[in-house]
């Protein structure tokens, strides 16, 4: 008795009152206008005397009633329907409760009510107890995790030396109560709900919301306290009540109330066990033959194996196909030879530092590369393919990548409701709770063009991150409380119980299955070594890891568990070892045998066909980029017209389409019907678009209308992309939350399922890219070099000088230019269109024309591989009225223009021009502008560098060797230590091999611009044209 006081007293809500008057009010006021004449605050407030079954144990209760009667008023008792009635005519507080009708024929259910609780002294006694149990069970739902038994360790006290929460007591306080004494004797001193010892054999009615009595609709108090706490209070701590979706909260509730769920047949035992000997002996294994090699070991945690497993064979038994993961370092080898089933030997070959490389890419195998691998599950006879993603170190980065690859495959293979492929994804402890960009992938999950039906989450919660304690790594409780955001169910669950953990995957697994949202299970367990094993963890964790020095590996408490049961033999447990133990021997004996390292073998997305059968492309030339004058027409007509009937657009929009149409006539187009023609051409040609980004559909500048939206109906939109022809490839535009590092993580990912789809990230403005930073820096620049894998994403980077601030005008080229690979100092000698697109780790452009930037949207699918593509886009060239291509420069036979020359009256007397200016984007306008007033056409010339990477040597060279008597100035409008500068000079002198010397002249600045922005566009281009043209005047 004195057991069960204990824990009962510890769910005692948090000053219940107030807590129940909160909850009360809110969902009264959800239900609607009818509520609001009964008055939520009287109950609590008005006199216990006159309604002494109103407290605030009492609420749940009565908010239930409540709810009943509304629906029907014959559902509740009578007492309870006068009562109501009352209320809600507004009678004052105490005058609203009538005592009940005497027993009889029509309150016959009352009477047996109270038969089964004995005979009560009243009817408010009854009920009273009866609510007392509704809110007991209520507790144990809400917070029964705070008392569940989830440390192995049983040390978090040494770890959080402040007192746990005054209500409750958790697991780790039954291990080393010595603290909490006094406390203790305090609560169990009180009353608890009202309830004492002599009610613990009375036999109450079960509320409906919850399922511990299985077919019994009554239990005596004793046992259900006692089934409460097989429920919540053991190996499992299931935190789900804030999820506000009562079919959801009811599925759970039965998942882990119903009593027996927690069987398994002898099969699964031994299935169970003969995992856990791979996860373990595998890590014993690398620790015996690399004892002095890192390698961020799962042990503490060896459940993990078997847990990924379950949820692998649960999720092919509904069907699921492909599985795509992402995961860091920790148990990242033994997740490739024991889930991904990675041969060992290629994973063992790893240690051996004196492998050669076969293939470019870095030699950091073992805890980056990913995998990809096609088998039969042996537990559901099915093939499922498995992918691990290969990840920088940058803890979680690789979240919304796998996310987004996830969903191209849905999207490939029309799996519009996820259950063919889905994620998983494994995270730290420390990093789940700290990283940003978890958040941001979370608020991906239910979003119609990002959602991937639900992924499972599983945190290998040891329970310290490097060397330091959850206390002063998080202001959460649990390092899962992120995923509360998006109201995922979280499974605790204690790591060395792999009964348990193997139970809360299988549930997590239907749960995915079911409802199509994310899920997390969080294992709590310990890390036996340091970080990694050489550090030492007893400088920063002593106590931690006195406990640990002491703790029996998981495989033996279980192995024995499962001998003592008679489940197995010693005798089977000792040849499962050995089994495996030979295994590993001779994959190792194996692994000798390889001298070279292929990194090709690590890919995580090959793309069948696409490369030829040595992984080089299949030719080395890139087509004409041009269309016909015909398709060039009917694209521009899709463009300017709303091809669906009795559709409103608004007027402004359709002064818009009216420009659209007349620029069509005119056989020109400006920057938005550019980007139509590629988009538009690509997907008839078989090409899927996705264009993602803040804001997108319209576009920022307003000048995209992407997606037309019905002025007199709600919703109602039309994209005309998707009418351009009937077998067309699908477009996709959505706009998409607002965040930059999950959603172009997101959009790289979906960009590796498949070389054949042009994927769009578009920052609002290229201000903001620097938030997704690490996308960047550690996928997109280096992504082939690190991993051999190529990557086509496109991001459109709106960039410009335009007195918008110093937060709204760069795009930062520098940083980009910064980050190529070219040598500046080397003049190629390799083939220059094709050649040098292939060598470099990304293009990047800046585009001064429709028809370019048309043109290089197009080459992106054209050529034969994939690399990123940068362009910074244009803001008040979109407007700009000689910002204008004729439909002639993109016709069939024109190209993407790396450098654009000048084609004016300098071509005549080149001799005579003493200045060669070169420049990259729209302020080649403010030059030609400048030049003309100042009567200098025909001594200066000005050429346009398009792609700025790879550098078009050649074309810069023929610009130079054209005007011999000129000398070479490098023209932008960003500050001198920004923009470009810094990566054309010394290019431009290796062009002239040093010959002539490259002017510039613009002071350095902190800032993308000046502050004083109303003038700023008028003075900086004065003042920069007076640098470009003046020495002109002397
Ligand atoms: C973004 C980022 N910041 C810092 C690090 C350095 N770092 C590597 S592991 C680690 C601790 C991770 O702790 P946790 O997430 O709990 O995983 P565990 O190592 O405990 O499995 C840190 C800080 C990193 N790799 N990435
Ligand atoms: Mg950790």
Not at 140 to 168: C, E, F, K, N, W
Request: net charge negative; hydrophobic share 35%.
């Amino acid at each position: 008795m004195h057991r069960l006081r204990t824990t009962v007293v510890r769910l005692r809500p948090i000053a219940a009152p107030q807590t129940a008057k909160s909850q009360s009010q809110a969902r009264l006021a959800a239900v609607g206008g009818a509520l609001r004449t009964f008055q939520p605050m009287r109950s609590y407030t008005a006199s216990v005397s006159a309604e002494p079954f109103l407290n605030g144990t009492s609420s749940n209760y009565v908010e239930e009633m409540y709810y009943a009667w509304l629906e029907n008023p014959r559902s509740v008792h009578k007492s309870w329907d006068i009562f109501f009635r009352n209320a809600n005519a507004g009678a004052p507080p105490g005058a609203a409760y009538q005592s009940p009708p005497p027993l009889g024929g029509a309150a016959l259910g009352l009477a047996n009510a109270q038969a089964m609780v004995g005979v009560q002294p009243n009817v408010e006694k009854l009920v009273e107890d009866h609510l007392a149990v509704q809110s007991l069970v209520r507790a144990y739902q809400i917070r029964g995790h705070h008392v569940a038994q989830l440390d192995p360790l049983g040390i978090m006290a040494a770890i959080d030396p402040g007192p746990p929460p005054s209500d409750i007591i958790t697991s780790n306080d039954k291990l080393d109560l010595s603290g909490y004494k006094e406390r203790l004797y305090d609560l169990t001193a009180e009353e608890f709900y009202g309830l004492d010892e002599s009610d613990l054999d009375k036999v109450f009615r079960l509320p409906t919301t919850t399922f511990i009595g299985g077919s019994e609709s009554t239990l005596p108090l004793r046992e259900i306290i006692q089934r409460l706490e097989m429920a919540y209070c053991q190996s499992i701590g299931v935190e789900f009540m804030f999820i506000n979706d009562l079919e959801q909260c009811q599925w759970i509730r039965q998942k882990f109330e119903r009593p027996g769920i927690m069987q398994f047949t002898l099969e699964e035992k031994r299935t169970l066990l003969a995992r856990m000997v791979r996860s373990t002996r595998f890590e014993e294994f690398l620790q015996r033959k690399w004892s002095s090699e890192k390698r961020f070991g799962l042990e503490g945690c060896e459940s993990l194996i078997p847990a990924l497993k379950t949820i692998i064979d649960k999720s092919s038994m509904n069907g699921v196909e492909s599985i795509i993961m992402g995961m860091p370092h920790r148990g990242r080898l033994n997740v490739l030879a024991n889930v991904i089933r990675k041969e060992l030997d290629q994973i063992f070959c790893q240690f051996d530092s004196k492998l050669e490389a076969a293939d470019e890419g870095s030699g950091d195998v073992k805890y980056h590369l990913g995998m990809w691998h096609r088998r039969i599950n042996r537990v559901t006879d099915r093939n499922i393919t498995l992918s691990l993603m290969a990840n920088p170190s940058h803890l979680e980065a690789v979240d919304p990548v796998v996310q987004g690859k996830t969903k191209a495959e849905q999207f490939y293979c029309g799996d519009t409701e996820g259950n063919r492929v889905m994620s998983i994804l494994l995270h730290g402890d420390a990093a789940f709770a700290g990283q940003g960009v978890v958040y941001e992938t979370f608020h991906l999950s239910d979003l119609p063009s990002y959602t991937t039906h639900g992924t499972i989450h599983v945190v290998v919660n040891n329970q310290i991150g490097f060397t330091t304690d959850p206390r002063v790594a998080r202001s959460s409780s649990y390092p899962t409380d992120v995923a509360k955001v998006v109201n995922a169910p979280i499974f605790h669950v204690n790591a060395d119980d792999p009964e348990a953990v193997m139970y809360v995957c299988n549930v997590a697994a239907e749960w995915r299955a079911t409802f199509h949202k994310d899920v997390v299970v969080d294992l709590v367990c310990y890390r036996r070594n340091g970080h990694n094993e050489m550090d030492e963890p007893m400088f920063t964790q002593p106590l931690m890891y006195k406990q640990i020095k002491k703790q029996k590996g998981v495989l033996q408490k279980y192995a024995e568990k499962l001998i003592a049961e008679g489940a197995v033999t010693r005798q089977e447990y000792e040849e499962e070892i050995a089994k495996y133990d030979k295994i590993c021997e001779e994959a190792h004996a194996r692994s000798k045998d390889e001298k070279i390292l292929h990194i090709k073998h690590w890919l995580d997305s090959p793309w069948p066909g696409f490369f030829n059968m040595d992984g080089q492309p299949k030719s080395m030339t890139s087509p004409s980029t041009g269309l016909t004058e015909e398709e060039l027409g009917h694209i521009g007509h899709i463009a300017s017209s709303v091809p669906v009937e009795d559709f409103t657009i608004h007027g402004g929009l359709s002064r818009i389409l009216k420009g659209r149409a007349a620029m069509v006539g005119q056989r020109v187009c400006d920057w938005a019907l550019g980007e139509y023609m590629a988009f538009g051409s690509l997907l008839k040609e078989g090409t899927h678009i996705r264009l993602s980004g803040q804001d997108v559909e319209r576009g920022t500048f307003s000048h995209r209308h992407h997606v037309l939206h019905d002025q007199n109906v709600d919703k109602r939109i039309c994209i005309p992309m998707n009418h351009i022809a009937p077998n067309q490839a699908p477009y996709t535009v959505c706009n998409s939350s607002l965040s930059e590092y999950g959603v172009l993580g997101f959009e790289l990912g979906f960009a590796m399922a498949s070389p054949n789809a042009l994927v769009l990230w578009e920052a609002q403005f290229g201000d903001f890219h620097n938030t997704a930073q690490c996308i960047i820096d550690q996928f997109i620049c280096p992504g082939q070099a690190k991993w051999v894998r190529q990557n086509g994403i496109v991001l459109l980077l709106p960039h410009g000088m335009e007195g918008m601030g110093p937060e709204h005008s760069s795009a930062r080229p520098e940083r980009f230019l910064q980050m190529c690979n070219e040598d500046p100092d080397a003049y190629p000698v390799s083939e220059f269109a094709v050649r040098q697109l292939y060598d470099c780790n990304w293009i990047i452009v800046n585009c001064s024309t429709p028809a370019n930037y048309f043109h290089v949207l197009r080459r992106q699918i054209l050529q034969p591989f994939r690399k990123p593509l940068i362009v910074f886009t244009p803001k008040s060239l979109l407007r700009h009225p000689d910002a204008k291509s004729n439909f002639d420069d993109m016709l069939p036979g024109t190209h993407f223009q790396r450098l654009i020359p000048d084609s004016g009256p300098v071509c005549e007397k080149p001799d005579g021009v003493k200045r060669i200016v070169f420049c990259t984007g729209k302020v080649y306008y403010e030059l030609t502008r400048e030049r003309k007033n100042r009567g200098m056409d025909n001594t200066v010339a000005i050429a346009r560098i398009e792609q700025l990477s790879p550098f078009p040597f050649d074309q810069v060279k023929v610009e130079t060797d054209r005007y011999p008597n000129a000398d070479l100035v490098w023209c932008q409008e960003e500050h001198k230590n920004q923009g470009y500068y810094d990566y054309v000079k010394p290019r431009l002198r290796t062009t002239v091999d040093r010959t002539r010397p490259v002017w510039y002249d613009q002071p350095p600045s902190l800032t993308p611009l000046c502050f004083v922005l109303k003038v700023f566009s008028l003075l900086s281009h004065v003042c920069m044209c007076e640098c470009v043209f003046m020495y002109m005047c002397v």
